[in-house]
């Protein structure tokens, strides 16, 4: 299969939705991510880089998520909540995209702490690497800050092989410089990795349902 660059498009999953990144949805975003637990582990750059207030936050939305890369793709992430209104609850992008090679980057994840451990991330990677690897791509590059260990665990949970540590690779926004941890799936990884997030899932929805009774 020849891989072919994915277009721009909502994704729906059980319980979030991403939907192409707006310049409407930047206030709700840096209510949900302009916060040092997001940025003190790696995320934009670092601590350093955590903007302090909406102007800010738009400027580095704009570099982070539009780099000029016209192929690239960029998501707002809402969460469905318990009233059926749907709340921002994360951002995350595709891009570097080598159809020769068929490789894509899926990268600039991040969440608001809410949402860290529950559902959102892995139906928000199994929509994502889904579109991947339904577009023709064997392998896509998953890659934190070396010392970034809860990013780090994440993408080792969803099966991701740890290729090795690209050093001094990144300057943070504290003019230090951070070694890259990088990790891939293939495109024959894909089927064992996209079982376990499913199972993943089906456990926090299971999860949800007993909380549910447990409230009647």
Not at 20 to 36: T, V
Not at 67 to 86: C, N, P
Not at 112 to 141: H, M, Q, Y
């Given at each position: ?71 690239s793709?960029a ?5 469905s ?5 749907a ?42 690497l ?11 590059r998953?890659?934190?800050?070396s ?64 909380a549910?009774q447990?409230?009647?």
């Amino acid at each position: 299969m020849t891989a072919t660059l994915p277009a721009p498009r909502e994704l729906v999953g059980s319980a979030v939705r991403l939907t192409p990144m707006l310049a409407s949805d930047i206030p709700d975003l840096y209510q949900a991510l302009a916060r040092h637990e997001v940025f003190v582990g790696g995320f934009g750059g670092g601590i350093a880089a955590l903007p302090t207030n909406l102007d800010e936050f738009r400027v580095f939305a704009a570099s982070y998520y539009f780099d000029g890369d016209a192929a690239s793709l960029a998501w707002t992430i809402r969460s469905s909540t318990r009233t059926g209104k749907a709340r921002v609850v994360g951002a995350t992008w595709m891009g570097d995209f080598d159809l020769e090679h068929e490789s894509a980057h899926l990268g600039a994840t991040a969440y608001c702490p809410e949402a860290w451990g529950t559902i959102v991330n892995p139906e928000t990677k199994l929509l994502t690497l889904g579109l991947a690897f339904d577009s023709g791509f064997n392998r896509v590059r998953i890659q934190a800050d070396s010392v970034n260990a809860r990013s780090r665990s994440a993408i080792e949970r969803l099966g991701a092989e740890f290729e090795g540590v690209l050093r001094r690779d990144q300057k943070r926004a504290d003019g230090s410089w951070r070694d890259t941890a990088v990790y891939s799936i293939l495109a024959d990884e894909w089927p064992a990795a996209k079982a376990r997030l499913e199972q993943r899932i089906a456990a926090f929805a299971r999860g949800a349902a007993g909380a549910d009774q447990r409230r009647q």
